[in-house]
């Protein structure tokens, strides 16, 4: 089972930032968290992983807390289509348990 | 071709057929996998392949058979299967360092199989 709790949904005004938050409240030491999104009808597609420090990208930010127990992705500045499902996830090396994952909606 | 192609994008197969998934990689990857993604349901990894070898079944019924001849391919071969078994599947590489399994790198995903079991 996938061991992060997501909001089902979020709704984001286009331009603005869009914080999808991530709990992990039983993640181990070498565990990382993982962010991935699937725009309808596609594959994932791989946005950032971190262990504790805070990570940039050109997609995206993660921060994860001191404790380790949730996370936030940030999407700096959300267009349309960054409209998709974002799964955070929690895992030990290269087998990903995806959740249910967050249903972002970008609006114009 | 780039990135991780998949054929057929789509299948109907009757519950007595035998037909095989296929997933080609240009990545230069070394590791390959096989999800399955049911309606309403999360994404579920089936197989991993490091190096050409399976190295993680997880608990899938032997209708599904899985071969990696190479580390750029990947079929997915399917008999007798169920209308349940109906889902998209979707295949991913990544590039990995032994020991197997331990590394945190990005996995690259196919567009997917839509199979529909009748």
């Known amino acids: 089972d996938a061991k992060t709790t997501q909001p089902p949904s979020m709704d984001c005004a286009e331009g603005r930032a869009a914080n999808l938050p991530c709990n992990h409240s039983?993640?181990?030491?070498?565990?990382?968290v993982y962010w991935y999104r699937q725009i309808h009808s596609q594959g994932p597609q791989y946005i950032i992983h971190g262990l504790k420090n805070n990570e940039t990208n050109e997609m995206a930010s993660l921060i994860i807390t001191e404790d380790r127990k949730s996370s936030t992705l940030i999407l700096p500045h959300a267009t349309l289509r960054d409209t998709a499902v974002y799964y955070c996830i929690v895992s030990y090396g290269n087998k990903l348990v995806f959740g249910a994952g967050t249903i972002l909606r970008v609006k114009s | 071709e780039t990135g991780v192609t998949q054929t057929p994008r789509h299948l109907v197969m009757g519950m007595t057929n035998k037909k095989s998934l296929k997933c080609e990689q240009h990545?230069?990857?070394?590791?390959m996998y096989w999800y399955k993604q049911s309606a309403k349901k999360p994404l579920e990894l089936m197989f991993v392949?490091?190096?050409?070898?399976?190295?993680e079944n997880n608990s899938v019924p032997s209708r599904f058979s899985p071969e990696c001849p190479n580390s750029s391919h990947l079929f997915l071969h399917l008999h007798t299967l169920q209308p349940e078994d109906s889902a998209l599947y979707l295949c991913?590489?990544?590039?990995?360092?032994?020991?197997?399994?331990?590394?945190?790198?990005?996995?690259?995903f196919g567009p997917g199989t839509r199979l529909t079991v009748l």
């Open positions: 990545l230069g990857h070394n590791a």
């Open positions: 991913a590489s990544s590039q990995e360092e032994p020991p197997w399994g331990s590394s945190y790198n990005e996995q690259f």
């Open positions: 392949y490091n190096f050409k070898e399976q190295t």
């Open positions: 039983t993640i181990s030491g070498n565990e990382y």
